[in-house]
């Protein structure tokens, strides 16, 4: 589960056997959501709407990375 980033309490990853649509998995505490790096759609959501906004912010600011990320490790 190779974890790209921990910031404001989140931690943002992807697992090793993932799949398409590029995507990015967020826990913070108990709670996770998995959203779609192409289109930033939230396909997987048990933040409260305070959390996710702030994670989904995270998330902008650091696509780009992500998906470069994801590309290097899974060769797409």
Known sequence: MPTLL????FKFFFYAN????????????????????????????YFNKSELSRAIKI?????EYFIEKWDEYFKR
């Open 6 to 9: 921990v910031k404001n309490g």
């Open 18 to 45: 993932e799949h398409l649509p590029k995507h990015i998995h967020i826990m913070k505490g108990d709670n996770f959501a998995k959203v779609d790096l192409e289109t930033l759609k939230i396909l997987k959501n």
């Open 59 to 63: 998330v902008e600011e650091y696509r």
